[in-house]
């Protein structure tokens, strides 16, 4: 049998209230996916969504959420909802998708 190289692969980002991110979706992401926008539109907050969660698991939420001033830098401003991020993956290509589910609440 060939070993399976095929990664995890994410195929929709929802992020609600995570700093200038109030109410995104990103839908079918793609292998290559380029995020076109003005300065400070929020692409590189993006970027730092994927570190959040990767901080999460490597170091726990509370060191991640610490880091990023926690509610009052993390949540948009003038926003009093919950933060909210939303993926959805499959493991390798043919497997079920997967919904994580993330809502950090004050
Ligand atoms: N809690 C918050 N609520 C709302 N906006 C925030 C919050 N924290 C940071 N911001 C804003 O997010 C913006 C930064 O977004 P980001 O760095 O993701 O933009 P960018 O698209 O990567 O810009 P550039 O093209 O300059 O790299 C800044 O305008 C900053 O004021
Ligand atoms: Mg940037």
Known sequence: MTPNT????IKS???QNYE?????TLEEITPLTVLLG???SGKSTVFDVFAFLA???S???????DRRG??????????DGS??????????????LITYHLAIVE
């Not at 095929?6 to 692969?9: F, G, L």
């Not at 939303?86 to 079920?96: D, I, K, N, S, V």
């Open 55 to 57: 901080e999460c698991f």
């Open 38 to 40: 003005p300065n400070g």
């Open 13 to 15: 980002l929802h992020v």
């Open 83 to 96: 933060i909210v991020i939303e993926l959805q993956y499959r493991e390798r290509p043919g497997t079920p």
């Open 6 to 9: 095929q990664p995890p692969r």
């Open 59 to 65: 170091d726990g939420l509370r060191k991640a959420w």
């Open 70 to 79: 926690r509610f009052r830098e993390l949540r948009s401003r003038d926003q």
């Open 20 to 24: 200038t991110l109030k109410d995104i």
